[in-house]
């Protein structure tokens, strides 16, 4: 993996002023992987949306993350739904007319 | 600006205890919460009127402002300081609060909320708001890949369209959205394809389908036709004794395959066999003729 696209986790830290230990458990739960570099941790930057969205969910909403997970597992369910949804769409207008 | 009425936006009684709107509040927000409802504008906007009813009824300097003075709320000092004046030099006071609620338009109080200005929890940085776009394109013009200018609130973005995107496919254009927060990078465009198909082809994933009429005597007989595709004309033979509903594949004439430069779908051809109409006598003689060898 190219260390360009990767941040570290330290910087996210002082960025959105939340403690290591919350990257650490979305590590835990398998929401975000932690990436160890030379005694450095980092995250890939495709991860940093779901990180805001984590931040989003804990500040605004007081979910825990046992909650954010259920959440994120959902919202992920949904969108392959739609993704679906948008296919049997386009495949039933083969049958129209 | 005109006036919104909070405890209405949190349905609430104009007595209710702080306790009340912070329970409300978080009930609604995790109701209507952006990052629970994408793509969802409805949800959004009454996202930031509970916000910016929360924002005032939570705070209690700020909620007996709002009681007193109503839509002019945020001037209560200044009032405050003309009503002390007025009362030093004539003794009397004009109660300004005004409870003439009325259903208007979403006040500004948060309009910066999600474009980059207003501060949510001390220095925190944001990526800005995610702009969603619908771009309707012609299923002819998304066969290959081209360049198109889209006006995003005001500011022309220049995309390539590659070939073989799918109605309904949304795409993801980084930092084309909103402004950050505090500094923070900004948002993306959430581009969604709407593509209207006006071509006899029908479009499953990457192949294309067609009916194609032919006549009684081609397809008892075989010969040649010529069909039209999004590549050209293209020559086709039809077998003899060829049934009305037989389809024929014609391998890599269908739709370009997304982000896959040079490999396309397939198109399949079901032909329809057309019978003649409105026959003359002697055409009538001869089919019955044909029908007499036919039981024999």
Same mark, same amino acid.
Request: a positive charge.
């Given at each position: 993996?190219?260390?360009?696209?990767?941040?570290?986790?330290?910087? !996210?830290?002082?960025?959105?002023?939340?403690?290591?230990?919350?990257?650490?458990?979305?590590?835990?739960?398998?929401?975000?992987?932690? !990436?160890?570099?030379?005694?450095?941790?980092?995250?890939?930057?495709?991860?940093?949306?779901?990180?805001?969205?984590?931040?989003?969910?804990?500040?605004?909403?007081?979910?825990? !993350?046992?909650?954010?997970?259920?959440?994120?597992?959902?919202?992920?369910?949904?969108?392959?739904?739609?993704?679906?949804?948008?296919?049997?769409?386009?495949?039933?207008? !083969?049958?129209?007319? | 600006?005109?006036?919104?009425?909070?405890?209405?936006?949190?349905?609430?009684?104009?007595?209710?205890?702080?306790?009340?709107?912070? +329970?409300?509040?978080?009930?609604?927000?995790? +109701?209507?919460?952006?990052?629970?409802?994408?793509?969802?504008?409805?949800?959004?906007?009454?996202?930031?009127?509970?916000?910016?009813?929360?924002?005032?009824?939570?705070?209690?300097?700020?909620?007996?402002?709002?009681?007193?003075?109503?839509?002019?709320?945020?001037?209560?000092?200044?009032?405050? +300081?003309?009503?002390?004046?007025?009362?030093?030099?004539?003794?009397?006071?004009?109660?300004?609060?005004?409870?003439?609620?009325?259903?208007?338009?979403?006040?500004?109080?948060?309009?910066?909320?999600?474009?980059?200005?207003?501060?949510?929890?001390?220095?925190?940085?944001? #990526?800005?708001?995610?702009?969603?776009?619908?771009?309707?394109?012609?299923?002819?013009?998304?066969?290959?890949?081209?360049?198109? &200018?889209?006006?995003?609130?005001?500011?022309?973005?220049?995309?390539?369209?590659?070939?073989?995107?799918?109605?309904?496919?949304?795409?993801?254009?980084?930092?084309?959205?909103?402004? *950050?927060?505090?500094?923070?990078?900004?948002?993306?465009?959430?581009?969604?394809?709407?593509?209207?198909?006006?071509? #006899?082809?029908?479009?499953?994933?990457?192949?294309?389908?067609?009916?194609?009429?032919?006549?009684?005597?081609?397809?008892?007989?075989?010969?040649?036709?010529?069909?039209?595709?999004?590549? *050209? +004309?293209?020559?086709?033979?039809?077998?003899?004794?060829?049934?009305?509903?037989?389809?024929?594949?014609?391998?890599?004439?269908?739709?370009?395959?997304?982000?896959?430069?040079?490999?396309? *779908?397939?198109?399949?051809? &079901?032909?329809?066999?057309?019978?003649?109409?409105?026959?003359?006598?002697?055409?009538?003689?001869?089919?019955?003729?044909?029908?007499?060898?036919?039981?024999?």
């Amino acid at each position: 993996m190219s260390k360009e696209k990767l941040i570290l986790v330290n910087q !996210l830290c002082a960025h959105y002023q939340v403690e290591v230990s919350l990257f650490s458990e979305l590590h835990d739960f398998g929401i975000i992987e932690i !990436l160890t570099i030379e005694d450095s941790y980092f995250i890939h930057e495709d991860k940093i949306s779901v990180v805001e969205k984590v931040v989003r969910m804990q500040k605004d909403l007081n979910i825990n !993350l046992e909650g954010i997970d259920t959440v994120l597992n959902l919202l992920d369910k949904i969108n392959d739904l739609q993704t679906e949804l948008d296919a049997v769409k386009n495949r039933l207008q !083969l049958y129209e007319d | 600006m005109a006036f919104i009425d909070y405890y209405k936006i949190l349905g609430i009684e104009k007595k209710s205890t702080q306790e009340d709107i912070k +329970k409300t509040y978080r009930k609604l927000a995790r +109701k209507y919460h952006p990052d629970l409802n994408p793509n969802d504008k409805e949800s959004e906007k009454k996202f930031k009127e509970i916000n910016e009813a929360n924002e005032v009824l939570s705070n209690t300097e700020n909620r007996k402002k709002y009681d007193k003075y109503g839509k002019d709320w945020k001037h209560a000092d200044e009032f405050d +300081k003309a009503q002390q004046q007025r009362q030093q030099s004539h003794g009397s006071y004009q109660d300004q609060s005004s409870s003439n609620f009325s259903e208007s338009e979403y006040s500004d109080f948060f309009e910066s909320m999600f474009s980059g200005g207003r501060n949510r929890g001390g220095n925190v940085k944001f #990526k800005g708001q995610d702009f969603n776009a619908e771009l309707q394109l012609d299923l002819k013009d998304v066969y290959e890949t081209h360049k198109r &200018t889209l006006t995003i609130n005001g500011k022309n973005i220049r995309l390539t369209i590659p070939a073989g995107v799918r109605n309904g496919q949304v795409i993801r254009i980084k930092t084309q959205g909103g402004e *950050g927060l505090n500094g923070g990078p900004k948002g993306d465009l959430i581009l969604k394809f709407s593509i209207a198909n006006h071509t #006899k082809f029908k479009r499953d994933k990457d192949n294309l389908y067609a009916n194609v009429d032919i006549d009684l005597f081609k397809a008892i007989l075989g010969g040649e036709i010529t069909i039209n595709t999004f590549k *050209g +004309k293209v020559k086709l033979i039809v077998k003899p004794e060829t049934q009305s509903g037989t389809k024929v594949k014609l391998k890599g004439k269908g739709f370009p395959v997304y982000k896959k430069e040079g490999e396309f *779908g397939n198109l399949y051809i &079901t032909y329809n066999v057309e019978l003649p109409t409105k026959l003359n006598e002697k055409e009538k003689e001869l089919f019955n003729e044909l029908a007499k060898l036919r039981s024999k």
